[in-house]
């Protein structure tokens, strides 16, 4: 089983509906991250968290929402979608530890949204 | 703030050929370098990693990279490509106790006969 896992990992909708992408990590880290990729943009931070109780904006947070439900745990939610929320979504993790504060990220396998 | 520029957004190799993926970093200290590779329809794989120390590093599947403070760059290597090599490279930027990896924007490589 993959270490991070995204669910799910394929997802068309319609504008205005609200969409939920969960993300599960086995490996124990703390902090959790959430990017988008669009092509010829790369990744892009939405939001970060760096423990249960510490939730923050990235770079692109507005039509977006989060929830950190355990340590292992943190969902996206799109409250109303709209078409130029198509993209991979990706989730991520890393781990603040001694000694292992390197800033390295984790991947899941990615989530595609289709918003039509 | 901290950026990267992967300023090449397609590179054709032939197989066999050797490889060359440029990135340039902006950051005031001293910082942490990543390169990642994502294969099609997969996430993101580390492939290595700069902190300090030996300014040559190497990672998976035969790539190395090599940190030139005086440039600001972290260029991706190797001397061979393989036709399994095809995928889009990111190459991100971090710093100890800052933990948001700033990515550039991508280079995919495609890989001739």
């Known amino acids: 089983d993959a270490d991070v896992t995204q669910t799910p990992r394929n997802r068309i909708t319609k504008t205005g509906k609200r969409i939920m992408l969960e993300c599960s990590q086995t490996?124990?880290?703390?902090?959790m991250y959430w990017y988008r990729q669009d092509p010829g943009l790369g990744l892009q931070l939405i939001y970060y968290s760096f423990d249960v109780k510490d939730i923050n904006k990235g770079e692109i947070s507005d039509g977006y929402s989060v929830s950190r439900q355990a340590q292992a745990k943190f969902s996206l939610s799109l409250e109303s979608a709209i078409p130029n929320q198509t993209a991979l979504y990706f989730c991520?993790?890393?781990?603040?530890?001694?000694?292992?504060?390197?800033?390295?990220?984790?991947f899941g396998e990615g989530s595609r949204l289709t918003v039509l | 703030a901290q950026s990267v520029t992967q300023p090449d957004i397609h590179i054709t190799v032939s197989e066999g050929a050797s490889l060359e993926l440029r990135c340039n970093y902006s950051?005031?200290?001293?910082?942490?370098l990543f390169w990642y590779v994502q294969s099609p329809g997969q996430g993101l794989q580390l492939l290595l990693k700069y902190f300090s120390g030996d300014t040559l590093v190497q990672g998976i599947k035969g790539f190395e990279a090599e940190f030139k403070r005086s440039q600001s760059s972290f260029n991706l290597r190797k001397p061979s490509v393989h036709w399994s090599d095809a995928a889009e490279y990111f190459c991100a930027v971090g710093a100890r106790g800052f933990q948001k990896l700033v990515f550039g924007t991508g280079t995919r490589l495609l890989v001739s006969p």
């Open positions: 490996k124990g880290h703390d902090r």
């Open positions: 950051y005031g200290a001293t910082p942490y």
């Open positions: 991520a993790t890393s781990d603040s530890g001694t000694g292992a504060d390197t800033g390295e990220l984790f």
